[in-house]
């Protein structure tokens, strides 16, 4: 029987279901995520009444610091951090269920400290054993945590595991991992995040294929001529060395987001919203990319240059970073997804950091008019027609169209229709993070990648890096500020296309 | 969003095609700045409002703009004056990043015998394929040709039964199945509906007694008796709504009230009827 049935009055009130009583544990609470994302994005959801009515937050860590500390932290970045205004009210509630654990993660002793604490917060908040843990934490950490908590599970109450990327480092390690999580939790208690899928616009590419009519009869290899997708980060690596001489953009990028957004535009329509009927339709898409051969594949690897007028620094020149390293700070390729509905239609993507700007889009470009009954100069300024959608920023969708100029003659020009989200509607876009964390505190999996999503990713981009480990590659090949090495401009001339130009 | 372009055309005795020409005209100046500027169509915004509600109108409009980029319709009746028509047409455009974007603002008094039908000033002026509302401010003028064209035209009318004297709820129904109502004395009530909500099932049973301002109290009534499915003590009046249950003081719903811009705003987001209000009118 449903809410409604049961009570009459609710009928109306629009109110979204609330998750049950439960404490969120993160583990990684020192770090920055914790500080820009997740705290305002609790703060957020706090807010607009969307946690649980009984509430409590354990920031876990290996650094000492006292609960009021903690509070005081966390109170400050979501004043610098949160989208909505700071109201002393929503605070001082959030606050009250905060806590702050040191924590080393391969300590035994630790792991039980944690455990007893969660308990005498269950017995003080009234959370009932249920527990969110949040892995903020590097992925040599994850095993080790999985495992102590596995162990120490207690019958009372439901266990959620939100684990942020890398989830491995190649196909092999995600699946030991994989196995790890699966000797202690069950799949449907897994929530692997990709914050970009929880973004309102790549959701919103769900609702322009499949809630209008006229997309999807054209959204095929017969009327698109190819599809562009470009993630570009106009910020150098921030510090994040460690990392990123680990991971590159391959891992970084590539491997999650690059591929979720593959996924998304090209999947066939799910039978319903459901967790698994989406999520079957997209490890469909990455079942059927055809592993690209080496001269598909471009890497590349940024040195000074000037972005937004500021000279900055080349790779190998970033503190913590080696000077003769061969990490790629920018990949080009061109997939193809072999099934009926895209055979021979190339996916171009890119994605890389310090380009000349900050900008996540997928442009589909459709076919030329067959036979444009137009006078010769006419017909050469036509354009083939392009379904944009910005993911960010300045979130919204755009189609570029022919239009006649005005006056005597028959010119053409390209002319852009636009609907921003800003400018459509009065909502605030909610952060991703809102989102994700919300509905796993629902148990709704539908936003966040499953077990066998993760190793058709790994698969694919073990394949595509494979040849790299033989090669000693000119780097760098970019200058900063420019839009990638001019071999990722081959890449797309080769096949007679071109990058859009931004 | 920073309010960065206003152009403004004004004319008296004028004509529906003057005034869309002109419009078309503010549209084209507006896009000659550097900026890329959008005419956002998400709807459009009718008001009915008679001058004595004229400067409140304009306070609750002042800033929707931004929230919702539309075509904004002031029809200002004046049945008494001399025939004619009277047009003060504006482009409004707000910084968006790199591009404006830009909602259009026609007010229109109308004079004499242009009262009588207003649809038919209203319709050319309508944003193709785009919902329209209509704000109805005061109370409406049932029976009267105005109000039967503009319910006719628009996809949801919006009223205010706190403005209202008399509450002429048995006519207010009569709307229902003719276009989808707002009412923004029922929207001021959700957060009390929340609170009684929560109090089911014991709810069920107790004795309730609501005291406040006419309009929220006999809608809470009304959709109390609608919900429950029985008789519900009569309401007393007060000047601020409470409610009794059981013999105990409910606890007043702890949120600011929000302030009328952001009433309408929320009501300019819905497209669907909402049967529990219907229920409610009928029931009260």
């Known amino acids: 029987m449903s809410q409604v049935e049961q009570n009459p009055l609710l009928e109306g009130l629009g109110l979204r279901r609330r998750p049950e009583p439960c404490t969120l544990v993160i583990f990684g609470a020192s770090g920055d995520l914790t500080s820009r994302k997740l705290m305002p994005a609790l703060y957020s959801l706090a807010y607009h009444h969307l946690l649980p009515e009984r509430f409590a937050i354990v920031g876990a860590a290996r650094s000492e610091e006292t609960d009021d500390e903690f509070r005081a932290r966390m109170k400050a970045a979501v004043q610098a951090h949160a989208r909505d205004p700071f109201d002393q009210k929503v605070w001082d509630k959030l606050a009250a269920g905060m806590h702050y654990t040191s924590l080393e993660f391969d300590d035994e002793t630790g792991e039980d400290n944690l455990s007893r604490h969660l308990a005498n917060i269950d017995e003080e908040h009234g959370t009932n054993g249920n527990r969110v843990y949040y892995f903020a934490v590097p992925p040599s950490a994850i095993a080790m945590l999985i495992t102590a908590l596995g162990e120490r599970r207690s019958a009372q109450g439901w266990v959620r595991l939100i684990?942020?990327?890398?989830?491995?480092?190649?196909?092999?390690?995600?699946?030991?991992?994989?196995?790890?999580?699966?000797?202690?939790?069950?799949?449907?208690?897994?929530?692997?995040?990709?914050?970009?899928?929880?973004?309102?616009?790549?959701?919103n590419m769900l609702a322009l294929r499949f809630a209008n009519g006229i997309f999807e009869p054209i959204w095929n290899r017969q009327f698109i001529d190819h599809v562009q997708i470009t993630v570009a980060e106009s910020l150098g690596i921030e510090g994040r060395a460690g990392f990123y001489e680990q991971a590159g953009a391959m891992r970084d990028i590539f491997q999650n987001h690059l591929l979720q957004l593959v996924a998304i535009t090209a999947m066939e329509p799910p039978i319903d919203f459901t967790a698994d009927s989406v999520r079957n339709e997209k490890v469909k898409v990455l079942k059927a990319i055809h592993t690209p051969g080496p001269k598909s594949v471009v890497r590349g690897q940024y040195g000074r240059g000037f972005v937004e007028g500021d000279e900055v620094l080349g790779y190998r020149e970033e503190d913590g970073v080696a000077r003769d390293s061969t990490t790629e700070t920018y990949v080009a390729a061109k997939l193809y997804v072999d099934n009926w509905r895209w055979a021979d239609t190339p996916f171009y993507v890119r994605m890389g950091k310090r380009l000349a700007r900050r900008e996540t889009t997928i442009a589909i470009q459709f076919k030329r008019a067959p036979h444009p009954p137009f006078e010769e100069v006419a017909a050469e300024s036509l354009r083939p027609n392009v379904l944009l959608i910005h993911v960010q920023p300045n979130e919204g969708i755009s189609l570029a169209i022919g239009a006649k100029v005005p006056g005597l003659g028959?010119?053409?020009?390209?002319?852009?229709?636009?609907?921003?989200?800003?400018?459509?509607?009065?909502?605030?876009?909610?952060?991703?993070?809102?989102?994700?964390?919300?509905?796993?505190?629902?148990?709704?999996?539908?936003?966040?990648?499953?077990?066998?999503?993760?190793?058709?990713?790994?698969?694919?981009?073990?394949?595509?890096?494979a040849p790299w480990q033989r090669d000693h590659p000119a780097f760098p090949n970019y200058a900063a500020g420019t839009w990638g090495p001019p071999s990722g401009d081959e890449l797309i001339h080769r096949d007679g296309r071109s990058w859009r130009r931004h | 969003m920073a309010s960065a372009l206003t152009d403004t055309w004004n004319g008296e005795d004028t004509t529906v095609a003057e005034i869309e020409r002109e419009?078309?005209?503010?549209?084209?100046?507006?896009?000659?700045?550097?900026?890329?500027?959008?005419?956002?169509?998400?709807?459009?915004?009718?008001?009915?409002?008679?001058?004595?509600?004229?400067?409140?109108?304009?306070?609750?409009?002042?800033?929707?703009?931004?929230?919702?980029?539309?075509?904004?319709?002031?029809?200002?009746?004046?049945?008494?004056?001399?025939?004619?028509?009277?047009?003060?047409?504006?482009?409004?455009?707000?910084?968006?990043?790199?591009?404006?974007?830009?909602?259009?603002?026609?007010?229109?008094?109308?004079?004499?015998?242009?009262?009588?039908?207003?649809?038919?000033?209203?319709?050319?002026?309508?944003?193709?394929?785009?919902?329209?509302?209509?704000?109805?401010?005061?109370?409406?003028?049932?029976?009267?040709?105005?109000?039967?064209?503009?319910?006719?035209?628009?996809?949801?009318?919006?009223?205010?039964?706190?403005?209202?004297?008399?509450?002429?709820?048995?006519?207010?129904?009569?709307?229902?199945?003719?276009?989808?109502?707002?009412?923004?004395?029922?929207?001021?009530?959700?957060?009390?509906?929340?609170a009684l909500a929560r109090c089911w099932p014991a709810i069920r049973e107790q004795e309730i007694h609501i005291r406040g301002p006419l309009a929220e109290a006999t809608l809470l009534h009304g959709w109390l008796v609608s919900r429950l499915d029985r008789p519900v003590a009569a309401i007393k009046p007060a000047d601020e709504l409470s409610v009794q249950l059981g013999g105990e003081q409910l606890a007043a719903p702890d949120r600011e009230p929000l302030s009328a811009s952001d009433l309408l705003s929320a009501e300019l987001d819905r497209l669907d009827r909402d049967r529990v209000y219907e229920q409610a009118v009928r029931a009260a």
């Not at chain 1, 990327?165 to 069950?186: C, Q, T, V």
């Not at chain 2, 306070?59 to 980029?69: C, F, K, V, Y």
């Not at chain 2, 003060?88 to 603002?105: K, L, N, P, Q, Y």
């Not at chain 2, 919902?131 to 003028?141: D, H, L, N």
């Open chain 1, 163 to 203: 684990i942020e990327k890398p989830f491995g480092r190649d196909l092999a390690s995600a699946r030991e991992l994989n196995a790890l999580i699966g000797e202690h939790f069950s799949e449907n208690e897994v929530f692997r995040i990709d914050h970009y899928l929880g973004k309102e616009t790549v959701q």
């Open chain 1, 410 to 465: 028959m010119a053409i020009r390209n002319v852009n229709m636009d609907f921003l989200y800003g400018s459509g509607f009065r909502e605030g876009v909610p952060e991703a993070y809102e989102r994700l964390i919300l509905d796993s505190m629902l148990g709704d999996a539908t936003l966040f990648t499953r077990s066998d999503e993760i190793e058709e990713q790994w698969a694919l981009v073990d394949a595509m890096a």
């Open chain 2, 23 to 194: 419009l078309a005209r503010l549209r084209r100046s507006a896009v000659e700045g550097d900026a890329t500027n959008m005419r956002t169509s998400v709807m459009t915004h009718c008001v009915w409002v008679p001058p004595e509600w004229l400067e409140p109108a304009k306070d609750t409009l002042s800033g929707m703009g931004e929230r919702h980029p539309s075509r904004t319709i002031l029809l200002v009746p004046k049945p008494g004056e001399p025939n004619g028509l009277d047009a003060e047409v504006s482009v409004r455009c707000f910084d968006a990043g790199e591009r404006h974007i830009c909602s259009e603002v026609i007010e229109l008094g109308l004079r004499g015998n242009r009262t009588l039908a207003p649809a038919s000033i209203v319709l050319p002026l309508l944003i193709s394929d785009v919902p329209v509302f209509c704000r109805w401010r005061g109370e409406p003028a049932f029976g009267e040709p105005a109000w039967g064209q503009l319910v006719g035209v628009v996809d949801r009318l919006i009223v205010n039964t706190s403005e209202w004297e008399t509450l002429r709820f048995g006519e207010l129904a009569e709307s229902f199945d003719l276009t989808a109502v707002s009412d923004l004395a029922w929207a001021n009530l959700h957060a009390w509906r929340i």
